[in-house]
């Protein structure tokens, strides 16, 4: 029942409102004062008050302001009753926030119609602030819920649907998480600027849901990683989506004005045992995705236990990686290069080798990306150039024919800021003159930061180092791109030079790499000689050096010294060119 106060010190006029009230169905309130009226309106929260302006101690105005102060009572309809009709009073009451005034005397008609439109529209009020409320909620539920970029649902809610999806389904299905992360956006994206990287991972996130069913949930997790929760289905149904998902992200992205081209990496893992599990199957799915990033990218990867356990090992050998510089475990071996022009050693490429005591031999294919991602690199990077140069000073004060070493630089070694200082430390050091030291880069290390590198490679070369591109062939870039760099040597990677003369596609291709290098002015060593066949084929195009098994395997420092001491050499197949022809190529 509605209730109503009324603030009256005439007892006569209280009671004869209050009666007019309960007639009217109210429930009604009297109070003879201003003091007891505001106890009243605190205590008993009215849903209207109705109050006299004059009365002794506080007046009406006095008992509106005082309500007005107090949020609970703040907001009640009030009503003010008097015998005054001057404007003034009325001004007075309006401006302290009296909704209504009533002069006495009035008519009973006069007093429910006043009340009435005050109750209709303090309903009105109340019902727009719970809509106000709701909606206000809403966004708060939204952002609590949604990424505000891309719309799609955040972490929280992909864990909600996950718990739904599983109540809703046979216990015995299986549910899926598909990670997908974008592979090297940060490289790829770092010239567009955030406005069109926050465009291009809005069409990302919409492709995702193009590639996905309707019930399935795409979910943003962080800037470029997104989980896909699969309602149960077939693996053949969700390799085929993964799929999907990869060639959707293949196809060019038009940002503002730029064209960008993406891809992923994906991870699948199914829910295990109880299934409930959502962090344990996202850690199955990151390995997985992990697995498929190590890959090359572009790919995706169920996981297996097979793959938590190959990730377990990688750990375990990360950490002992740490201490195999101290504890003396990596040695060097090195690799002759051999002219095709004389048939004698020019240099040794030094490699790596790690002597793992419990593991034996571990190859650097399996451990310099490791060092690379926890920055061991650095140190033995280091401990590679200063062995190696020692060993060149070894051989070269021995009297044996001179030879330049060839020493292999990372790109997380690259990066290093000091590198030329050490470079010229480690020279000085050992005493090796510049020109015996060759350092190999890969063009991935290049690209990474072009104008850096042009600067970093003139200096060595200003040092008078020689520098060399390793593994040509296996990265993206064509070698008129590659001729800003001051190169003097190019290695044709072994996957070209394999097969030469039974696979016409790599014969072409190493044929015009050699012909475009001896436009390029540049030196061309073939890596990966097996065969005499492939021997052949090379010295028939000129090619300048050979570094193989056909002449030799990496070999320790003493195998090779005894090497150059008997002056091993390559013999070299008759071919129909002239030596002069080849003049152009040596070394
Ligand atoms: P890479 O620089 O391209 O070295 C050539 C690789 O080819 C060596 O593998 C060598 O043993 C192998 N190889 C040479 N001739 C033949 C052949 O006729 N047939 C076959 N099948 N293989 C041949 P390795 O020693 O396993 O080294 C692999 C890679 O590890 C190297 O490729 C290089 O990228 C990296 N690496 C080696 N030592 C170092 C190092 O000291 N520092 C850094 N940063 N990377 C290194
Ligand atoms: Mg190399
Ligand atoms: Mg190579």
């Not at 309500?67 to 009325?90: E, G, H, M, V, Y």
């Not at 572009?298 to 996981?303: D, E, G, P, S, V």
């Not at 320790?556 to 091993?568: G, N, P, R, V, Y």
């Amino acid at each position: 029942m509605t209730k109503i106060l009324v603030i009256e010190d005439e007892e006569i006029v209280r009671a004869n409102i209050l009666e007019i009230l309960e007639s009217g169905e109210f429930e009604a309130i009297g109070a003879e004062n201003g003091r007891i009226g505001i106890e009243i309106a605190e205590n008993q929260i009215p849903d209207l008050v109705i109050c006299d302006i004059t009365m002794p101690e506080i007046d009406g105005y006095g008992v509106l302001e005082k309500l007005r102060q107090n949020p609970s009572t703040a907001t009640i309809p009030f009503i003010f009753l008097t015998a005054r009709a001057d404007k003034t009073d009325f001004r007075t009451g309006m401006n302290l926030g009296a909704d209504d005034y009533l002069t006495k005397p009035f008519r009973r008609q006069e007093l429910l119609a006043c009340i009435a439109a005050r109750l209709r529209k303090q309903a009105a009020y109340e019902q727009r602030s719970k809509r106000e409320l709701r909606q206000v909620e809403a966004q708060l539920n939204y952002s609590l819920y949604y990424d505000q970029l891309t719309k799609l649902p955040n972490q929280l809610l992909l864990r909600e649907r996950f718990q739904q999806n599983l109540k809703q389904s046979d216990p015995r299905e299986f549910h899926s998480i598909m990670l997908v992360d974008l592979d090297r956006f940060d490289e790829i994206t770092e010239a567009l600027g955030n406005k069109r990287r926050d465009l291009l991972i809005q069409e990302v996130a919409s492709r995702l849901t193009v590639a996905v069913n309707a019930k399935d949930t795409v979910a943003r997790l962080q800037t470029h990683k997104f989980a896909i929760i699969l309602t149960p289905r077939e693996r053949a149904t969700g390799e085929a989506i993964a799929q999907n998902v990869l060639n959707l992200l293949n196809r060019p992205f038009q940002s503002d004005g730029y064209e960008v081209c993406l891809a992923a990496s994906i991870g699948i893992a199914a829910t295990v045992g109880d299934g409930d599990d959502l962090d344990g199957t996202i850690k199955n799915a990151q390995i997985a995705l992990s697995h498929a990033k190590q890959l090359g990218g572009n790919q995706y990867q169920i996981y297996t236990p097979e793959l938590q356990r190959v990730s377990i090992d990688k750990l375990a050998l990360e950490s002992s990686l740490r201490y195999a510089l101290e504890r003396s475990e990596l040695l060097l071996q090195y690799q002759p290069q051999v002219s095709l022009f004389e048939g004698r050693i020019t240099s040794a490429e030094a490699l790596i080798r790690w002597r793992h005591p419990r593991r034996g031999m571990v190859s650097p294919g399996e451990f310099i990306p490791l060092a690379e991602a926890n920055g061991a690199i650095v140190p033995i990077g280091e401990w590679v150039l200063r062995t190696a140069c020692a060993q060149v000073q070894k051989w070269r004060t021995a009297g044996l024919p001179p030879v330049r070493v060839a020493v292999n630089i990372s790109a997380r070694q690259f990066q290093q800021s000091n590198l030329t200082d050490r470079l010229v430390q480690i020279l000085s050091d050992t005493g090796v003159p510049p020109e015996f030291l060759e350092l190999e880069l890969t063009e991935s290390t290049l690209v990474q930061n072009v104008a850096e590198a042009k600067q970093r490679l003139q200096t060595w070369k200003d040092l008078g180092l020689k520098i060399s591109l390793d593994d040509f062939g296996t990265g993206y870039s064509s070698l008129s791109y590659l001729q800003q760099f001051p190169f003097d040597i190019i290695k044709i990677d072994r996957s070209f030079v394999s097969h030469v003369n039974s696979d016409p596609k790599n014969a072409a291709l190493t044929k015009t790499i050699i012909s475009m290098a001896e436009t390029l002015n540049l030196k061309v060593v073939a890596e990966g000689v097996e065969t005499e066949a492939e021997l052949a084929f090379l010295h028939r195009q000129g090619c300048g050096a050979i570094q193989g098994y056909f002449f030799s395997r990496p070999i320790s420092a003493d195998e090779f010294a005894q090497m150059l001491h008997t002056d091993k050499r390559l013999h070299l197949p008759p071919t129909q060119q002239s030596e002069t022809e080849y003049a152009t190529n040596a070394f």
